[in-house]
């Protein structure tokens, strides 16, 4: 079978490049149908989804979407519960969408490095049946910091060795709060790049704003393997931020929506209302996430 990955449609110069969704949320159809018995077991996914009109979404309302937003593909996980074995039954429910629609679902793993043996036992499992990355993981709602080597060296170490990306959850420091924004910004992201300078990252929610300081030139070195997503920003950011960050770091810009926080086809119209020239608007969209999972996306097509 071939890598859809080394196909034309990755082309960043193809207008007929699919659309890659970075950052999407699905859970379990016991998560949905029983929300507040997991809002008990779990503080951080109680902050998050204990309103029942906070939006959860299963994999085939995220293929629905995708249909109707003109998505090709989505990166997908479920939630970085502390609880190991709550993240292995995302991790399983996941890879298994991904199986039953492997075109369209890109399966990431979250688990939780700060809970040691299983914790990395649980991400080499979720590798081992295809998954093509890990994250998102949520450092302060997991109960761990991003400067914690002890939490987080092993896991590094898992993901080099796996040649994938591990994306992390951060957020800006400034302005007004809401619920599940954390202490981890652009200052302990850039710490983080430069302790494992080896490992392709993903930096979720613009990286808290960490793209505006690569127009510092010692800075960028540092950040040569680290993307950002888009996830959410229409909710905290003005759209023209989008522009600003693709003049910043134009390779590296990956979009994603945050669904089903964020609908995929309303975002995807906000962007193209954007002034953005055609091959930025096709990095934003797509070729730029090809880059990112490079590699990874053999390992899906293996399974
Ligand atoms: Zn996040």
Request: hydrophobic content about 45%.
């Amino acid at each position: 079978m071939s890598n859809p990955f080394d196909s034309p449609r990755c082309a960043v110069d193809n207008g007929a490049m699919d659309i890659v969704d970075f950052h999407t949320h699905i859970m379990p159809t016991d998560i949905l149908r029983h929300r507040s018995a997991y809002c008990e077991r779990d503080a951080h996914f109680a902050l998050l989804y204990c309103d029942p009109g906070a939006r959860l979404a299963d994999a085939d309302q995220l293929l629905a979407s995708m249909e109707d937003a003109g998505v090709a593909r989505s990166v997908t996980f479920g939630f970085a519960f502390a609880d190991p074995d709550l993240c292995a039954a995302c991790n399983d429910y996941v890879l298994a969408a991904a199986q039953d629609a492997p075109e369209r679902l890109i399966p990431f793993a979250v688990t939780n490095p700060a809970a040691g043996a299983p914790g990395l036992a649980e991400a080499e499992r979720a590798l081992g049946a295809g998954a093509a990355g890990i994250g998102e993981l949520m450092p302060t709602g997991q109960g761990y910091a991003l400067a914690d080597a002890s939490a987080l060296d092993p896991l590094m170490a898992l993901a080099r060795e796996a040649d994938v990306p591990v994306m992390l959850h951060v957020n800006e420091q400034l302005g007004h709060t809401y619920p599940g924004k954390c202490d981890q910004g652009p200052r302990e992201a850039l710490d983080v790049a430069q302790r494992y300078p080896h490992n392709r990252l993903v930096f979720a929610h613009l990286g808290g704003g960490l793209p505006f300081y690569e127009l510092m030139p010692k800075v960028r070195a540092a950040l040569s393997n680290v993307y950002y997503d888009t996830a959410a920003s229409p909710l905290l950011y003005e759209d023209i931020a989008l522009q600003h960050m693709l003049t910043w770091v134009p390779e590296r810009l990956l979009w994603g929506s945050d669904y089903p926080l964020m609908r995929q086809s309303r975002f995807l119209r906000r962007v193209r209302r954007l002034a953005l020239a055609p091959d930025e608007l096709a990095r934003l969209l797509g070729g730029n996430a090809c880059r990112a999972l490079r590699n990874t996306a053999s390992r899906v097509e293996e399974v």
